[in-house]
């Protein structure tokens, strides 16, 4: 069987550190680390990473690097997400 691949985002990295979301979000981690799935994380994400405070840095450097694979933003992602946005779906913050 294929393991589960699962894109996440830096809100659920932030989630590890927020007291409402913090077990779900653990759960997820700590099946990365057993090696049960893999975390699929944009080159955007690690971006972000870089200036996110060391806490949330170490949340994704403490697990094993085959427990991450990463994805490249491309013309067709960034033209899905001008429709998101376009469309409203996805507000601007």
């Not at 057993?34 to 405070?53: C, H, Q, V, W």
């Not at 094993?64 to 946005?85: C, F, G, Q, V």
């Amino acid at each position: 069987m294929k393991k589960l691949r699962i894109y996440i985002d830096t809100s659920i990295i932030g989630g590890c550190l927020d007291k409402e979301f913090q077990d779900e979000s653990r759960a997820l981690f700590d099946m990365a680390q057993k090696g049960e799935i893999t975390l699929l994380i944009s080159d955007l994400l690690r971006a972000e990473l870089e200036r996110a405070p060391r806490e949330v840095q170490e949340i994704l450097s403490d697990l094993p690097d085959e427990s991450l694979e990463l994805a490249y933003s491309s013309k067709e992602s960034e033209r899905l997400r001008n429709l998101y946005l376009q469309s409203g779906f996805i507000p601007l913050i």
